[in-house]
């Protein structure tokens, strides 16, 4: 997903519109988008932090398990595969497929909650790291993908995305 521009219109119509709501559910885009940058600023990564929480002025994002630094970097390896074979799960013949599969079946369960600080600001949000699509084909949710990897410009793109409308004869 972070490769907006190799998306279909209808991927990039289906991602612009989940991402609006997230964003709207947590006060805005301006918002949402300051949220984005805190994650890219925080070293080390706020997955690895050891209460399973990031807090910021604005809102909050937890989760229900700890991360550990093993398990992000396999995270982040499988995740530049997915793109490319348009599976995160690896063949199940290759080296790492044990390991990949490892850290789906470990974080599958993990539910991430994003919300704001003031109650007026909307109502927040929750999902969870992967899509299953069948027993062999796992996807990274799109919503993780750009709240915790994709650019800060990207993530504006699909939020400002306009799609393109056929004119009626």
């Known amino acids: 997903m972070c490769d907006f521009t190799l998306l279909s219109p209808e991927e990039k119509k289906h991602y612009h ?12 885009k301006n918002f949402f988008l300051h949220l984005l940058e805190a ?9 690895l932090a050891k209460n399973s929480e990031f807090t910021i002025q604005l809102g909050s994002v937890g989760w229900n398990k700890v991360i550990f630094q093993d398990k992000l970097q396999l995270l982040l390896k499988a995740r530049t ?11 199940p013949n290759e080296k790492n497929y044990k390991k990949i599969l490892d ?30 699509i069948d027993e062999n084909t796992v996807k990274l949710n799109p919503l ?19 799609p393109k409308t056929v004119p009626l004869i």
């Open 103 to 132: 850290i789906v079946r470990t974080l599958k369960p993990v539910v991430f909650h994003v919300k704001p600080t003031q109650k007026e600001d909307g109502a927040g949000f929750f999902f969870q790291p992967f899509d299953s």
């Open 17 to 28: 519109e989940a991402l609006l709501k997230c964003a709207q559910n947590f006060g805005g």
């Open 39 to 47: 994650i890219r600023q925080t070293k080390p990564h706020p997955l």
């Open 144 to 162: 993780f993908d750009a709240l915790f990897f994709c650019s800060v410009d990207t993530v504006k793109k699909i939020l400002n995305h306009e």
């Open 81 to 91: 595969n997915e793109s490319k074979q348009n599976n995160f799960l690896p063949a």
